[in-house]
């Protein structure tokens, strides 16, 4: 089979490093993919939201599918567009993929099906969202109602640290159009939990859990990233709150889309959080998570394309899907700066030493590849990801790992898997 992969960061790395183990595979193509992917696949130099091209070139090379990985062409109708043209695709439709394209929508679907979740407001005057301010108290946390690459979400620590939110995004633009109308929710506490799951709109398959790391410094400290590490499985998710969620949580999110007349299909991310008063939903994603997807698929024993085929073919009933029982550890080296401005195009070196005897595995988030060598291209640029017997081993090797590694202004968190 030929198969596309649309997207270029490291959970695209991660599910062409998987797809490539996969002996049904005769040819992998990556658009616009990135340095690392090169090594593994055919890098064709089409944007991910270009869809027209993309639906063009898997027509002439006669793909047999497409993997839609990130959120824009999934929220922008990228599967339904190679559908109509006769293409396989795996991914939600637009029509599914709203449930992380607005977070209105979500938090609405969940409010009518009873799902738990913060309490929230929605607002799309800013006015009315600064008098509703007026009437609570901090911390209290407002969101971007549409897409801002992992970063639309600010907890307020005061009203007044809130009321600069809502102007910030509602006046100023500081997420574009994402945030022209916004949700102010309730604050919420305790440790949250990363739950993936496979679903064909009838079956749905929670994979092995993981927490991420969302503070650019450690011990929680600074701005929001797109995640700056994960582990995997999440000491906190044992069977009975597994049991709790798919009763309460993940089968009802799925029979509510169905009800709305938005099956879905893909890949669902759940991002928990366990309060005192049970696990609730933060955010819902429409498809693999970032750097989640780092430590999550090196623990598939599965062939993934095989899950895919069932999941597009509506019987993934029918699969017995495995996991190896290894912890896992990612952890993410980024560009100085990052997440606010950071510069690109500097030479990396370490990477081989990194991956030498199959220690590590280095996924890679924004590069670029030039005459045999990685030059950063992108905010968080490495993902360092080890396998081990114990969590403690991973960290361990994950981290003796990433110290191999070199660019200018390169930081990393030292805490990633120790809380």
Not at 78 to 92: I, M, N, Q
Not at 257 to 283: Q, S
Not at 356 to 381: L, M, P, Q, W
Request: hydrophobic share 40%.
């Amino acid at each position: 089979m030929k198969v596309l992969v649309v997207g270029g960061g490291g959970r695209e790395h991660t599910i062409v490093w998987k797809l490539s183990q996969s002996p049904k595979i005769s040819k992998l193509y990556c658009a616009p993919g990135n340095g690392g992917i090169s090594g593994l696949a055919e890098c064709v130099p089409i944007k991910a939201m270009d869809m027209d091209e993309i639906v063009k070139f898997s027509k002439e090379n006669k793909v047999d599918m497409v993997v839609v990985a990130p959120d824009d062409p999934l929220a922008a109708g990228l599967v339904d567009k190679l559908t109509e043209a006769g293409v396989r695709a795996f991914g939600p439709v637009k029509a599914a993929a709203i449930i992380e394209g607005s977070k209105a929508f979500s938090k609405d679907l969940m409010k009518k099906y009873n799902i738990p979740t913060a309490g929230y407001m929605v607002f799309d005057n800013c006015t009315e969202a600064l008098q509703y301010l007026d009437t609570c108290s901090a911390p209290i946390v407002v969101k971007a109602d549409g897409l801002a690459l992992g970063k639309g979400v600010i907890i307020a620590k005061t009203i007044q640290e809130a009321r600069e939110a809502v102007k910030g995004m509602m006046n100023d633009k500081i997420f574009g159009e994402a945030g022209s109308r916004v949700v102010i929710e309730e604050f919420i506490q305790g440790p949250e939990v990363s739950i993936l799951a496979f679903t064909d709109g009838k079956t749905i398959v929670p994979m092995v859990s993981s927490q991420d790391h969302k503070r650019v410094f450690d011990n929680d400290q600074g701005p929001n990233t797109g995640g700056m590490g994960t582990f995997s499985p999440s000491p906190l998710y044992d069977k009975k709150l597994n049991d709790y969620c798919m009763k309460e949580i993940f089968t009802p999110t799925v029979e509510a889309m169905n009800k709305e007349g938005r099956k879905f299909k893909g890949v669902l991310y759940f991002g928990l959080m366990i309060t005192k008063d049970g696990p609730k939903v933060l955010e819902y994603n429409a498809r693999f998570g970032d750097p989640e997807t780092q430590v999550v698929l090196p623990r598939l024993k599965t062939d993934l394309l095989v899950i895919f085929e069932a999941i597009i073919d509506e019987r993934l009933c029918d699969i017995h899907i495995k996991w190896d029982d290894n912890s896992a550890v990612c952890v993410i080296a980024a560009s100085g700066g990052y997440p606010r401005k950071y510069s690109t195009g500097l030479e990396i070196s370490g990477i081989d030493n990194a991956e030498a005897n199959g220690e590590t595995i280095v996924f890679h988030s924004g590069t670029s590849c030039k005459d045999g060598k990685y030059y950063t291209a992108g905010g968080r640029v490495l993902g360092v990801t080890a396998v081990e017997s114990t969590m403690d081993k991973a960290i361990e090797k994950a981290y003796a790992g990433i110290e191999k590694i070199q660019f200018e202004g390169m930081h990393y968190r030292k805490d990633i898997g120790r809380k």
